[in-house]
């Protein structure tokens, strides 16, 4: 990697930034003063900074507590992003682990390790997702049974894998499904007939959304949180 990259990655200054301080002589590799940007960086290299050695941040792996009124996206010209909620530097690299939509609460996953991230969202993975569900209607008693055999969706082909649900009160419950479909949660209630009044995301795989943690607040995961992703 070039030197002015490196430094750039490292530290988040801009490419042009670091250009300055490489003329004026405060970097150096392996303990020889350069002012070349183009300098080939080897993966054993010690880069300093006016004396400090640089190290390359190593992957990060995040929990957000998502409000209403933010997008799972990195950009977008109309809505606040929930990455907007992050003070981090280079947050260009980060990568929402499985979406939420604008209007739902809860648990979201956010991650620059690329593997870590298919790991949470391949379809392949069977990685279970919790929400806890209010809805227009009551539950009706044949939920639970229809959707522990698979429901057809709209626009759909084949059902949905097996679900649980665990009613809590007439018209709440908490939903486990193994799936990511657009709208899923949303889509399967209204496959029988009701419709989703408030939804919010209690829990991804093991990961379970920390109950002191304020909407719009996050912390680092742990690295039992961490390593529990891909161990099924």
Not at 77 to 97: G, S, W, Y
Not at 140 to 150: L, N
Not at 164 to 183: A, D, M, P, R, V
Not at 190 to 196: E, F, H, K, Q, S
Request: charged share 30%; with cysteine.
């Amino acid at each position: 990697m070039r030197l002015d990259k490196y430094i750039s990655q490292v530290t988040d200054l801009s490419r042009k930034e670091v250009k300055r301080l490489l003329r004026s002589g405060l970097v150096s590799v392996d303990d020889e003063v350069t002012k070349d940007a183009a300098l080939q960086v080897a993966e054993d290299s010690v880069v300093t900074l006016e004396g400090e050695p640089l190290q390359a941040p190593g992957p990060r792996y995040f929990m957000l507590h998502k409000p209403k009124g933010y997008v799972c996206v990195t950009q977008d010209r109309e809505h606040p992003t929930v990455l907007e909620l992050l003070d981090e530097p280079n947050k260009d690299k980060l990568q929402i682990a499985g979406r939420l939509d604008i209007d739902t609460t809860g648990l979201v996953l956010i991650t620059d390790d690329g593997q870590w991230n298919h790991a949470v969202t391949s379809p392949r993975r069977d990685c279970n997702k919790t929400y806890h569900v209010t809805l227009a209607e009551d539950i009706t008693p044949d939920t639970a049974t229809r959707f522990a055999e698979g429901v057809m969706l709209e626009g759909e082909f084949k059902p949905t894998q097996p679900a649980t649900l665990q009613q809590l009160y007439t018209n709440e419950c908490l939903l486990t499904i193994s799936e990511g479909k657009y709208h899923q949660v949303k889509r399967m209630f209204a496959a029988v007939g009701n419709r989703v009044e408030e939804l919010h995301r209690l829990q991804v795989g093991d990961i379970v959304l920390e109950e002191e943690l304020a909407e719009g607040d996050y912390r680092p995961l742990s690295e039992t949180e961490i390593a529990s992703v891909g161990a099924h």
